[in-house]
């Protein structure tokens, strides 16, 4: 008998809270499975977009702790990526 897979349709909450507990540590290479449907797929992607915003945050800190506390370029600025604007909030003031 061929053994078949099928998409998972539900989060596993396990996974969820070990992924939250590693992103939580600094691990960034935590994703969560974007074969899920739903509800469950759209908390996934978030989850994966935060961790991924996250690490280039840390990125760019990096790189500004380097140029300046290393190199004395206090001319530099912290680049970071357009957060899409909150709609409880209304629009933010974030530039490119």
């Known amino acids: 008998m061929t053994e078949m897979q099928f998409l998972q349709d539900v989060l596993d909450r396990k996974g969820l809270l070990s992924a939250l507990r590693a992103f939580r540590k600094g691990d960034f290479s935590v994703r969560l499975p974007m074969d899920l449907i739903g509800i469950d797929g759209e908390i996934a992607q978030a989850f994966n977009d935060v961790v ?5 945050v840390t990125d760019e800190f990096s790189r500004i702790r380097d140029e300046v ?17 909150r709609r409880d909030r209304g629009p933010i003031a974030w530039t490119r």
């Open 52 to 56: 991924e915003m996250n690490e280039k």
């Open 69 to 85: 506390g290393r190199e004395g370029q206090i001319n530099q600025r912290v680049r970071l990526p357009a957060a899409p604007p």
